[in-house]
């Protein structure tokens, strides 16, 4: 992206009053740009083939699902698009996050020029972390250790979490193993279940 270049912004999020007190935040900066907003996963797709945004600014709970899930189709389409996810929730679902390519992750109770700092961070290509959610990651890691979690998975499973860290998106992992994208995106919402990443209902 060139210097003078606005980074293009898409926010996701159920509520609709959230989603233009975010687009207000974003529309005030010099260097950001609104290109569109979505309220479900399915929009947020839509939303994402049309305008093609440099950064998602993404919800966990969605009405039609799982922002973690939308964050990983979203960069099954297009591995350039990042994702911060922005949330009320405080629980386990940073890991799923994390685990789905998402680039940062903070809670909503953060100040507003906190976020518009995160988003260009993004866009710069660091990744932000809530401390809390920092935390969190690394206690479910010395958890897992503990309890040996990853002997829950199948071999198969086990190799497309593998694949999963080095970055890599459904339809790459699918050329590798011999299954069907959605095949693998099945794979990966067993994988968040059993890993327990996903937010509770």
Known sequence: ?????????????????????????ISRQKDLSVVAEAGTIAEALEKARACIPDIVVMDIRLPDGSG??????????????????????????????????????????????EIVDAIRKVGHGQAPLDPTATTRVLDRVS?????????QLTDQEQKIIELIATGQTNSEISSQINL??????????????KLEAYPDP
């Open 180 to 193: 069907s994208s959605e095949a693998v995106k099945n794979c990966v919402s067993t994988i968040l279940g």
């Open 1 to 25: 992206m060139a210097t003078n270049e606005k980074l293009k912004i898409l926010i996701v999020d159920g509520h609709d009053i959230v989603r233009k007190g975010l687009a207000m935040l």
């Open 68 to 113: 973690i899930e939308a964050c990983r189709d979203i960069r099954d389409e297009n591995n350039k698009v990042k994702v911060l996810i922005l949330t009320s929730y405080e629980g386990e679902a940073v890991v799923g996050s994390v685990l789905a390519g998402a680039s940062g992750y903070l809670l909503k109770e953060l100040h507003s020029q």
């Open 143 to 151: 958890r897992w250790k503990e309890v040996d979690v990853l002997t």
